[in-house]
């Protein structure tokens, strides 16, 4: 059967501070226990072609019975998998061109072609000589018809009926976690979810099931046994330093820290409404609260003599994940190393979450918790920690996650414009979770009606009040709030929860609409704006206007 282990974890050389520090990885992903020390260079160079051309297209799946890719073909002749792999694009061929061959079911393709005139091809190639299958299995929402014509363009033979891969075994999405079925899914592969909103503000702790989740790659499965996390770049001596999962739990005091976690692109339907962007269309249920515990970042760095005094060109803390894209690209973000080192900022490597093992969703074994700061840097499933005098080359750090003003669109936008900073910090927010919007709801005695919400603020800033109108600012009540009340104003890391039985209008009546609202303001003063089409950006994150809904009275 002609079948090659898919292997997306590579090891990587970073350059910094004009020295060059391999990053070697061992861990058990998706079931195959890898050893990438001794990397081969041209291991696996062309990703599925359908990668470059589907990055971007609708999710409408494709019916089986409409696929002609990859088809017996009676005119072209037989190819076995060793002809298949001898063009891997290593060995060139009698008229000297190194040519690149993959195979997609009974079909086999001469893809050279396709690399050098298609911009970023260089980038694909990891799966050369070998089936496509395992590659396009991460974008398998994206399949269209036009991408499998374009395929069979290349198309050169068929693979021998021995060698044809009748299954995937290699499937990367194939040992994904279990997940509650209350979750509304806004993406399948890979996962993204977010709670019922009107359930989200029933617990000041979201409980582990329910927390929203937020992936960018299959999740790996790492085997606590064999799990390392490479910590190196300045400072850190040329090979760096390696801790164990056991290093991590028994080497350094564990701290606990209560914190909420948002999405950057929570509550970007709300931005949608006004005018289209590119993202998940995420609710308002993005964001979850939890009490993570783990060792402070600091103290891990500190147990190797790092200190900011002694290396004051280190102004950044780049996290890398274990979990990979199609190219063997893993997630990454960083955070400025004045929040890593400073003990009142509460970064830590946490191994538990709500006094459980932590989850395989939201990062098993260790997930950086860096608390106040964006869930895009809250970086998951951590493999390598490396200082450094910039921030990280990921593509999320640098090519995502960013703001800007609502004139700037796809046409005209620079991501490497000074102004375009990564997003860090959010600002305050807040939501009316229950009830829905457009939902009725019972008239309490006294003409009152029940809300409850949740608000929130970035940097560590609390929440010092959240009040509602329903007359469209005319006239406002102000929330009780559930929160951390001990938790100093500028270090509260949790969101906080609001209830309020607001007093109707005297002239509203069983069988009226009401159109209620919310607004938070934190412990700078600073309040959610009140429209979105002043805050709308491309990527539609950050979004914090004032949140409002219409209910109807019973």
């Known amino acids: 059967m002609y079948q090659r282990q898919f292997r997306s974890l590579i090891s990587k050389t970073r350059i910094l501070s004009n020295q060059s520090v391999k990053n070697t990885r061992r861990c058990n992903y998706q079931g195959h226990d890898q050893d990438h020390s001794h990397e081969r260079p041209h291991f696996y160079k062309f990703a599925a072609t359908a990668a470059a051309v589907i990055a971007s297209v609708s999710t409408t799946l494709i019916p089986p019975e409409e696929e002609k890719a990859g088809k017996h073909r009676a005119d072209l002749p037989t190819f076995t998998a060793k002809d298949v792999m001898a063009r891997d694009g290593n060995s060139p061929d009698e008229d000297g061109v190194s040519r690149v061959w993959v195979s997609y079911k009974e079909g086999v393709y001469d893809v050279t072609e396709f690399i050098t005139e298609h911009p970023g091809g260089e980038k694909l190639l990891i799966g050369a000589g070998g089936p496509i299958e395992p590659f396009w299995a991460l974008y398998a929402v994206h399949k269209k018809p036009y991408v499998f014509e374009l395929l069979e363009k290349y198309r050169v033979g068929n693979l021998a009926p021995s060698d044809v891969v009748t299954e995937d075994p290699t499937d990367p999405y194939r040992e994904e976690p279990t997940r509650h079925p209350a979750f509304s899914i806004n993406n399948k592969r890979p996962f993204n979810a977010e709670p019922p909103l009107n359930i989200l503000a029933d617990n000041f702790i979201t409980p582990n099931e329910l927390f929203y989740v937020r992936n960018h790659h299959p999740v790996p499965n790492i085997e606590p046994e064999s799990y390392e996390l490479q910590i190196d770049g300045i400072g850190m001596g040329e090979d760096g330093v390696t801790l164990t999962l056991e290093d991590l739990q028994t080497k350094f005091e564990q701290h606990t820290v209560t914190a909420a976690i948002q999405c950057a692109g929570n509550r970007r339907a709300d931005m949608l409404q006004h005018k289209p962007v590119r993202g998940m269309n995420w609710g308002g249920a993005a964001i979850s609260n939890a009490v993570w515990s783990g060792p402070r970042l600091r103290d891990v760095l500190n147990h190797f003599g790092w200190t900011e005094e002694k290396y004051p060109e280190a102004k950044h803390v ?237």
């Open 318 to 554: 780049w996290v890398d994940g274990l979990d990979f894209g199609p190219d063997g690209t893993p997630y990454g973000a960083s955070i400025l190393i004045e929040k890593a080192m400073d003990p009142r900022q509460d970064v830590i490597l946490a191994l538990s979450m709500n006094g459980e093992t932590l989850p395989r969703d939201h990062g098993y074994p260790v997930r950086l918790v860096a608390p106040g700061v964006v869930g895009a840097r809250n970086v998951k499933w951590v493999g390598s920690i490396t200082l450094s005098h910039e921030e990280s080359h990921s593509h999320w750090q640098r090519r995502d996650y960013k703001g800007f003003n609502p004139s700037v669109d796809w046409h005209n936008v620079d991501f490497d414009n000074k102004t375009a900073v990564s997003i860090q910090h959010q600002p305050v927010t807040s939501m009316v979770c229950d009830p829905l919007n457009g939902e009725s709801i019972a008239v309490l005695p006294g003409n009152k009606i029940p809300l409850r919400g949740y608000a929130y603020s970035g940097a560590g800033a609390k929440v010092i009040r959240v009040d509602v109108t329903l007359d469209g600012g005319e006239n406002w009540h102000t929330a009780e709030l559930i929160q951390e009340e001990e938790a100093p104003l500028n270090r509260t890391w949790s969101w906080s929860i609001w209830e309020l039985q607001v007093p109707l209008p005297d002239e509203v009546e069983v069988g009226d609409e009401v159109k209620v609202t919310c607004c938070a303001i934190d412990a700078n003063y600073n309040r959610q704006p009140e429209k979105v089409k002043n805050i709308w950006n491309l990527r539609g994150c950050l979004s914090n206007s004032w949140h409002t809904i219409i209910v109807k009275l019973k």
